[in-house]
């Protein structure tokens, strides 16, 4: 008898106990679930649910909590756990780091581009990252696939790809012209020198592409990557000149050189391959294209009289040699934002932005605005518009129609950019708009 209540007592305690743990681990998931709930109705109501490109997609019948997708993110808030599963917070600032995707234990993300509502123009392209023009592939941004990591697997499957219909034999001056020198033009480079195909790299601008026009001190990189004539790159919080320097250590190592300052204009179909013709006169003709150009194409500009000004820019390089000066910040994305905060440890900085908030915001940069408006670190004139762009002025036109003047010595305008849909389209390249559809996902077993 005396055994038995024992039993009763030990196997009661143990109950209860166990109870115990499992109402707290509830009632945790409970306040969580509240907590990432309140999130999504703040992010509704500043516009932050709705994505506006690559986002990730969970699917909950395969999410186990884990919790490494969120763990994974450096941006922070744009995955949490609600009832028991992984969500969606804050998917407008996701920037495509891809970090989730390949944290999940279980395969549940995919990285979608564009929205039932939302739609996102892309070139069309099949698996093997041709597009519709039998010889002309595309990979990396221009098929919306911005994270670097990804662009450079993209760059060098393309090459793999395109390399099994060369013709050794052919009169064409090149096997492949690449258009573009940023991450997916540069895997693809190395990967098509790899191969020994005879290749040519063209650059509107300099090497590293639209990366090369990030400031300095800017975190372009979070994941490792697998580099052609390389191999593994094992670089996390990776900036934009030490990406920059271990390009051109791989390229001068293999005696490869990118022609930068030549901006390709237009594709010509001719003899069953390309001539690709620059802004400068220069032709090249080839057997295949690899088009591993940027979705912003040339910057969007204000069409105000004194834009042409010498003092008047697109990208900031070097905000560290800028000292002493009064300028003026156009724009209300993480480019301005980022820029204005650089530029105002040295300088008098005034942020002009059209609309009277500003949303869409990485969350980083978000703190850090607040910050700084509330320490009064630079100016913000909302609701403002650039009227016209003097000498040593600059006039701003707010939204009652009244008009005022600011000493002015630069003038930084980062409007977003114009995707090159004239020159994709003049190739015969078709252009779709994707409404949720998925460009990176597991392959299930």
């Not at 939302?118 to 098929?143: T, Y």
């Amino acid at each position: 008898m005396e055994n038995f209540l024992e039993k009763i007592i030990i196997y009661g305690a143990v109950s209860i106990f166990l109870i115990g743990v499992v109402y707290v681990y509830i009632r945790k998931l409970r306040r969580e679930s509240k907590i990432v709930g309140e999130k999504i109705r703040v992010a509704k109501e500043e516009g932050l649910h709705e994505p506006v490109s690559l986002h990730p997609v969970v699917d909950v019948n395969s999410c186990i909590q884990s919790g490494a997708c969120i763990r994974a993110c450096p941006e922070h808030d744009i995955l949490g756990i609600q009832n028991g599963k992984a969500t969606v917070i804050n998917a407008s600032r996701c920037v495509g780091h891809g970090a989730c995707f390949h944290a999940c234990p279980t395969q549940a993300i995919s990285l979608f581009i564009g929205t039932e509502k939302r739609g996102v123009d892309l070139p069309h392209v099949n698996q093997f990252f041709e597009s519709n023009v039998k010889g002309i592939f595309i990979a990396g941004e221009m098929g919306g696939m911005g994270l670097i990591k990804n662009a450079v697997e993209q760059g060098r499957q393309a090459v793999n790809n395109l390399a099994r219909g060369i013709d050794k034999k052919s009169e064409e001056d090149y096997d492949l012209v690449i258009v573009g020198a940023g991450p997916a033009g540069i895997a693809s480079t190395l990967e098509a020198h790899r191969l020994k195909l005879k290749t040519i790299t063209l650059e509107q601008d300099s090497l590293g592409g639209t990366v090369s026009s990030f400031p300095r001190s800017k975190i372009v990189m979070t994941s490792p990557m697998d580099l052609p004539l390389h191999g593994k790159v094992k670089l996390f919080e990776t900036g934009k000149a030490e990406l920059l320097e271990l390009w051109n250590e791989v390229l001068s190592k293999n005696a490869i050189q990118i022609a930068e300052k030549k901006k390709v204009d237009r594709i010509v179909q001719q003899n069953g391959g390309f001539e690709v013709q620059c802004n400068d006169g220069s032709n090249f003709s080839t057997q295949r294209v690899l088009l591993a150009i940027g979705r912003r194409g040339t910057p969007r500009k204000l069409n105000v009289p004194g834009e042409h000004l010498p003092k008047v820019f697109y990208r900031l390089l070097e905000p560290e040699l800028i000292h002493n000066k009064n300028i003026l910040v156009v724009g209300g994305g993480d480019s301005a934002i980022e820029s204005a905060l650089l530029l105002a440890l040295q300088n008098q900085v005034t942020l002009s932005y059209r609309k009277d908030t500003f949303s869409r915001l990485k969350s980083k940069n978000k703190q850090n605005l607040d910050t700084a408006i509330a320490e009064k670190q630079f100016e913000v004139v909302l609701n403002s518009n650039v009227v016209k762009i003097e000498k040593d002025s600059v006039l701003l036109e707010l939204n009652d129609h009244e008009e005022i003047s600011i000493p002015n010595d630069l003038v930084y305008i980062f409007a977003g950019g114009e995707l090159p849909t004239d020159f994709l389209k003049s190739a015969g390249i078709l252009i779709t708009r994707k409404f949720g559809e998925a460009v990176l996902k597991h392959e299930k077993r």
